[in-house]
């Protein structure tokens, strides 16, 4: 079975400083990965997945993550964070026989200081 | 609708009680997903359907959770006999079901219900 490991709780980045977010998949195949943030309040929001290809992907609000299979990692990135950066950030993955269950991690909450 | 629907947004109730937590997916979605997101906990998968039907139940807790789906649409998730540790926020996702297309692992979520059993 597929599972997610994100080792870091809490962050805090002050505005403006550059930003990685780890995560840590284990599936047998290729999998599908995914980052999705939640705001306060919110419903989660996709920022980005990767299917195949270029294992560089760019997402929403400068957000971009890059696949790792020698690591199995899928870290996710931003050069300079804004103070609506502030969230928690989930890391997901999937089988590739398509519409199954993601599997998420246990979140990163993300702390933006001035 | 233009997103995913959940009613209602908060819920408080009695240890013992019964509660239905609704879902109204993005229409023409024909997968739905419920998790449960606890305090300080990622997220839990319940339950998702396929059309009407539940091929993965395995993430149900107990027999007090069940969740069924009419009409390619709307579903309900429902708890019987509620306990304190059942207190957490009820997302509910859909998706496009394309039977192995990379994008139907696409989930929108809705904004989730919160309960609280006290």
């Known amino acids: 079975a597929q599972s997610v490991t994100q080792p870091d709780i809490h962050i805090t980045v002050s505005e403006g400083a550059s930003l990685e977010l780890r995560c840590n998949y284990s599936y047998g195949a290729t999998p599908y990965l995914f980052w999705y943030v939640q705001s306060p309040g919110q419903g989660l929001q996709l920022l980005l997945k990767?299917?195949?290809?270029?294992?560089l992907v760019q997402g929403i609000k400068g957000f971009e993550a890059e696949f790792k299979r020698s690591q199995s990692s899928f870290n996710l990135r931003k050069p300079s964070v804004h103070w609506s950066d502030a969230a928690e950030y989930f890391c997901?993955?999937?089988?590739?026989?398509?519409?199954?269950?993601?599997?998420f991690g246990t979140g990163t909450r993300l702390t933006i200081i001035p | 609708g233009a997103g995913v629907s959940q009613s209602p947004s908060n819920k408080v109730t009695e240890k013992g009680k019964d509660v239905e937590l609704r879902c109204d997916p993005i229409s023409g979605h024909t997968a739905l997903y419920w998790y449960r997101q606890s305090l300080g906990q990622g997220l839990e998968f319940l339950i998702y359907f396929q059309g009407n039907s539940a091929p993965d139940k395995s993430g149900l807790p107990s027999d007090r959770f069940s969740a069924e789906r009419t009409g390619g649409s709307v579903s309900t998730l429902t708890i019987q006999r509620t306990q304190q540790e059942d207190s957490a926020v009820y997302l509910c996702?859909?998706?496009?079901?394309?039977?192995?297309?990379?994008?139907?692992?696409?989930?929108?979520f809705g904004a989730g219900s919160r309960l609280t059993v006290l």
């Open positions: 997901a993955v999937a089988s590739n026989f398509g519409n199954e269950k993601l599997t």
């Open positions: 996702a859909s998706s496009l079901m394309t039977g192995g297309w990379a994008g139907a692992n696409v989930l929108t």
């Open positions: 990767y299917f195949s290809g270029d294992t």
